[in-house]
């Protein structure tokens, strides 16, 4: 794991409390409130017992979305790739997490499982100052993911995406260039260029 990730996973894991996504067997999204138990060079663990949905719904399709808030209002986004740890790692989740042996006391403690997840890609995003930044990032040899807007060969120079810019993150040249790091990803340019030089880069 290098450096940018393992920041953000220890972020995840010092914020702690995070909503996660599952699909169930309908394919419809659900999601709770986890907490990321231990973070390492690996991954991140979580928790679940036996008898919950998002235990199944882990197992079956071995993903797991994750999203949290940061203290200065940053966001964190996750997709990863999880499967079930040994049994060494719920007790280690145990010795980290000690409020955790008054909601299961004793040996009740293994109708849970720990969850590693071991691969996957993020996205830091700074919504709160000026100009706004996003940062990727990702490990367990998955590739980070840029979402948003790609300005094209098509382009015709006319400035229209530029003007319409939210953020004025939009440098003109040939083509006009998009700063990834400061853009809303709002759509502004892709609905205003007259040209159709704007490209989603995930449709």
């Not at 928790?47 to 399709?61: N, R």
């Not at 994750?66 to 790739?81: D, I, R, T, V, Y």
């Not at 010795?95 to 403690?109: F, S």
């Not at 229209?160 to 400061?182: M, N």
Request: glycine share 8%; with cysteine; charged share 25%.
């Amino acid at each position: 794991m290098d450096a940018k990730a393992k920041k953000y996973v220890d972020l995840f894991r010092s914020v702690k409390i995070a909503s996660a996504a599952t699909v169930d067997e309908k394919g419809h999204p659900r999601t709770r409130i986890v907490n990321v138990m231990l973070a390492d060079d690996s991954g991140m663990y979580l928790v679940a017992s036996k008898g919950k949905p998002f235990y199944k719904q882990m197992v079956e399709t071995g993903e797991v979305a994750l999203s949290a808030m940061c203290p200065e209002c940053q966001s964190l986004k996750f997709l990863g790739k999880c499967r079930i740890a040994d049994k060494e790692w719920l007790d280690r989740v145990f010795e980290e997490n000690p409020g955790l042996n008054e909601v299961y006391p004793g040996k009740t403690r293994y109708i849970l499982d720990a969850f590693h997840v071991y691969e996957g890609q993020g996205e830091w995003f700074d919504l709160l100052h000026h100009p706004i930044s996003r940062e990727a990032f990702s490990y367990g040899g998955a590739e980070p993911e840029h979402s948003g807007f790609l300005i094209t060969e098509e382009c015709i120079e006319c400035g229209s995406c530029l003007e319409t810019c939210p953020q004025q993150c939009i440098e003109a040249g040939s083509p006009y260039r998009i700063e990834w790091q400061h853009c809303l990803q709002c759509g502004a340019c892709f609905d205003a260029c007259p040209a159709g030089a704007v490209r989603r880069l995930h449709p």
